[in-house]
């Protein structure tokens, strides 16, 4: 029975090496991935289990980018990575494709916290992995904002993709966002806002075409470049702004924008546009979730 226990340990020490994390004893790194920024990925199509036969291939090279970046985090130091699928049903990421060492969160809980969820003041970096541009983006593959309704959304006055936002989400938290990769575009515009992040800029858009890497030779660049990143975290500082939050919300969708009107707080400033003030970042992501359905 000894012999017993004592096998049953060993096994849960290599299961579950979060446990020394979750104490504050080991480094842990969050990654959100979406799809439209991996590598390969050109059409809106290829990235929806209903549009094409195509989805199949491509979750799996966005699960192949998924566990680079969480080996680069564990070569790292890392003793904890959560893995966030971020797109979608976010039920993409194929769990046997991902490095076995990794926590995946699959599905939307419905919080505020979406592509974020799971992140609180514990973890010591963020990364972001697949992500793309902000709606309207010239030269950017699959630009968008959240859903298809959103043309813009900015806080502060500061225009934001879906990075930005995000990174906000890491910054009430302290935690800072080390690295992005996806397209060119999106590459740049977390320069322009962060500052000081890294990035890997897996294809470069040319108008709705894209010239894109190898997937393998992504992968490469993903994982050395987590692993650079999260061992210099000390570089970067999270992404913050002073409160209070003015998020000015616009929209093309006239029913959409009728309707967010009438959530508590919320404000049409335009005849696309909804406005909500708060001091509270969360209460801004709740309206920011609830208004542009």
Partial sequence: MKKVLISLMAVLLVLLPSVAAREGQGLKVFISVDME????VVASEECSRAASDDYQYFRRLMSLEASAAAEGAFAAGATEVWVRDAHGSARNILPDLLDKRALLLRDWSGGPKVMMEGLDGTFDAAVFIG???????????IEHTSSGVVTDISINGVS???????????GLYGVPVVFVA????VCDQVKALFGEVDTAAVKEGIGNAALCFHPEAA????RAGVEKSVRERARFKPYKMKPPYTMVLKLKDEKVVNSGQFYPGAVRTGDWELTF???????????????RR
């Fill in 160 to 170: 934001l993709p879906e990075a930005g936002y995000n990174a906000l989400m890491a």
């Fill in 277 to 291: 003030k708060s001091d509270d970042f969360m209460e801004v992501m709740k309206a920011f979730s609830f208004t």
């Fill in 131 to 141: 992500y793309h541009a902000k709606a309207g983006t010239p030269d950017a593959t």
């Fill in 37 to 40: 920024g991996v590598a390969g």
């Fill in 219 to 222: 992968r490469d660049m993903i």
């Fill in 182 to 185: 996806g397209d060119k575009a």
